[in-house]
């Protein structure tokens, strides 16, 4: 422990007793809604630590390797969350807790960022390297075309749509090997040495979720594989009784279940990478913000949406691509805003409060359903 500076013991015993204090409220039967206010913190929580072990694990094998691990793992209590609603029979939970990590990423989070990262610009644009944000377009396109033919299947019930459960599986499968095949050569490029823009050295693409470089790991290997073993045990734990606090939470606050895994959910879930693309923007690393929160969507869209439709075939609950007619569309509109916002490699405030204002609507309507 001697290697954890003070603030980060003080988050640490923050974080232990904010988690024994969520197992109890879920053990102890405690009123709905502290109990799952209380998880939802305690998730989050174990999400920065998870990404905090993970960022000094990856140091001991450079950039490519970090930015795979942070993206990876810094999505483990959002995948526990998932899973657990499965089990529990909670399909609607499911859905949109992944489509709202899309929409809270691709659309509040990277809007914000945007605004801070413009504000932060002499001339008012944030610029940043084109590629990751066209390559995350094309891959969130790629995912929108098993969703709309679903749901046009379905809408038309012809033959097609009597087979969901199979086309998921091949368009699961279809996505991963695409996701392979953009995820392995871009690492590899990214791992090449080069600075943003504003930075000595000119305007190299960095690693997503990579920190500014350091001298190396500052915390010992065993120190830092036991604290990701803590993070990945606690958050199968705590995503446990998050799920259990959600239903009853919903109830007592007369909320749908839409807007609980659409905003509270997907939110809670990337807390880190919401947290962590601000910050870079507003440090002026752009090329850094956005790949935090664009590796993310990426990731979500073409990893473990897909994953989890495979993984669900165990589950007593079976997720599939079949998705909400309304959120296909606002998903199918997302891929063309992202392109059009971020594909030039630069965007202005206005752009920033643009994408705000989109989640801002989607949430509303999520409200209601």
């Known amino acids: 422990m001697a290697a954890l500076r003070p ?4 988050a640490l015993l923050a974080l232990a007793a904010l988690t024994a204090l969520a197992g109890a409220a879920n053990y102890g039967q405690w009123s709905p809604v502290p109990r799952f206010a209380i998880a939802t913190v305690a998730l989050a929580g174990l999400a920065w630590l998870v990404s905090f072990a993970t960022e000094q694990l990856g ?13 990876t793992l810094g999505n483990l209590p959002e995948l526990l969350v998932v899973i657990f609603a499965l089990q529990k029979s909670e399909l609607v939970v499911a859905q949109t807790a992944l489509v709202g990590s899309i929409f809270a990423n691709a659309l509040l989070v990277l809007g914000l960022v945007i605004v801070v990262g413009s504000r932060r610009s002499e001339d008012g644009l944030m610029r940043f390297s084109p590629r990751l944000p ?11 075309f098993v969703l709309v033919l679903l749901g046009l299947s379905r809408a038309a019930h012809d033959p097609a749509s009597h087979h969901v459960k199979t086309i998921s599986a091949i368009g699961a499968g279809c996505l991963l090997v695409v996701y392979g095949a953009w995820v392995i050569p871009y690492l590899r490029s990214d791992s090449a040495p080069g600075g943003e823009p504003g930075e000595e050295g000119g305007g190299g693409v960095r690693d997503p979720g990579s920190a500014p470089v350091r001298p190396g790991p500052r915390l010992g290997l065993v120190l830092t594989i036991a604290l990701l073993a803590i993070g990945g045990v606690a958050s199968a734990f705590v995503s446990d009784w998050f799920v259990n606090g959600l239903q009853p939470a919903i109830s007592a606050l007369n909320l749908s279940e ?13 807390a880190v ?3 962590a693309g601000i910050v ?6 752009n090329d850094l913000a956005i790949s935090v929160v664009k590796n993310s969507v990426a990731q979500i869209a073409a990893f473990l949406f897909p994953l989890l439709v495979l993984i669900s075939f165990a589950l007593k609950t079976t997720l599939t691509f079949a998705v909400q007619p309304v959120y296909t569309g606002a998903l199918a509109l997302t891929a063309l805003a992202l392109w059009q916002v971020a594909g030039d490699g630069e965007a ?3 752009e920033g409060w643009a994408l705000v204002a989109l989640y801002v609507i989607l949430a509303t309507f999520a409200l209601y359903e």
Do not use: C, H, Y
């Open 7 to 10: 603030p980060e013991r003080i």
């Open 258 to 270: 839409a807007f609980a895994g659409l905003v509270i959910v997907a939110i809670a879930g990337n």
């Open 348 to 350: 202005a405030e206005f």
């Open 59 to 71: 140091e001991r094998f450079g950039p490519g390797v970090t930015g795979m691990l942070q993206s």
């Open 280 to 285: 870079l923007a507003w440090k002026r690393r």
């Open 134 to 144: 066209n390559d995350t377009a094309t891959l969130l396109q790629v995912t929108m």
């Open 273 to 275: 990478e919401n947290t």
